[in-house]
Antibody, heavy 128, light 112 residues
Framework: EVQLLESGGGLVQPGESLRLSCAASGFTFSNYAMSWVRQAPGKGLEWVAVISGDGGSTYYADSVKGRFTISRDKAKETLYVHMNSLRVEDTAVYFC?????????????????????WGQGTLVTFSS | QSALTQPASVSGSPGQSITISCTGSRSDIGGYDFVSWYQQHPGKAPKVVIYDVTNRPSGVSDRFSGSKSGNTASLTISDLRAEDEADYYCSSYTTKTSLAGVFGTGTRVTVL
């Protein structure tokens, strides 16, 4: 059974940094593209960052480019996002998701395709 | 990144059919058959109900169906049930951004 477990969310102040983690199990981690998707309170879904299966390709939303870095550790089967220079507008639940409905090497890339497994999310919020 | 356009809300009575539209452009929906639909209940993670325009994942009710015409994709829910009440988001491949994916604005489905 595929499981994705996010951690690392919490209360931060503007300008601070935070690292979110997503522990994966139940599938061959390095074969699949992975993503971070966020959802601000009461708002819609937003792609934040995507990383290829081998970690060699990364893509970012314009809203986080230059501030966030997505990475993955094959040995630990864990996905990360390092978030720097956090802004109040980064307040959201952050989900990690696994590429799905694919076969072979196509699973390693994104191209706007579906993500079939999602974690429960971790909340990043700001203190006043 | 501009989101795909969906109606804010759609409602229907149990047993009826409803259709949710998702409008984009030739750079996304109109140019590629890479449209997905996600169902999200309050406080839960999204779940795929349709991928690649018309494909339904194993375990998803056949009451859910997808289609596309030009720059607009649609999700139809037949025989509407109380458990279908949720938020629905479309997503698509896009050439407008390097990230290559874009979500719709989301539609709240209410079962009357």
């Amino acid at each position: 059974e595929v499981q994705l477990l996010e951690s690392g969310g919490g209360l931060v102040q503007p300008g601070e940094s935070l690292r979110l983690s997503c522990a994966a199990s139940g599938f061959t981690f390095s074969n699949y593209a992975m993503s971070w998707v966020r959802q601000a309170p009461g708002k819609g879904l937003e792609w934040v960052a995507v990383i290829s299966g081998d970690g060699g390709s990364t893509y970012y939303a314009d809203s986080v480019k230059g501030r966030f870095t997505i990475s993955r550790d094959k040995a630990k089967e864990t996905l990360y996002v390092h978030m720097n220079s956090l802004r109040v507008e980064d307040t959201a639940v952050y989900f990690c998701a696994k590429r799905g409905y694919c076969t072979g090497s196509s699973c390693s890339s994104f191209y706007g395709r579906s993500f079939d497994s999602w974690g429960q999310g971790t909340l990043v919020t700001f203190s006043s | 990144q501009s989101a795909l356009t969906q109606p804010a809300s759609v409602s229907g009575s149990p047993g009826q059919s409803i259709t949710i539209s998702c409008t984009g452009s030739r750079s996304d929906i109109g140019g590629y058959d890479f449209v997905s639909w996600y169902q999200q209940h309050p406080g839960k993670a999204p779940k795929v109900v349709i991928y690649d325009v018309t494909n339904r994942p194993s375990g998803v009710s056949d009451r859910f169906s997808g289609s596309k015409s030009g720059n607009t994709a649609s999700l139809t829910i037949s025989d509407l049930r109380a458990e279908d009440e949720a938020d629905y988001y479309c997503s698509s491949y896009t050439t407008k951004t390097s990230l290559a994916g874009v979500f719709g604005t989301g539609t709240r489905v209410t079962v009357l």
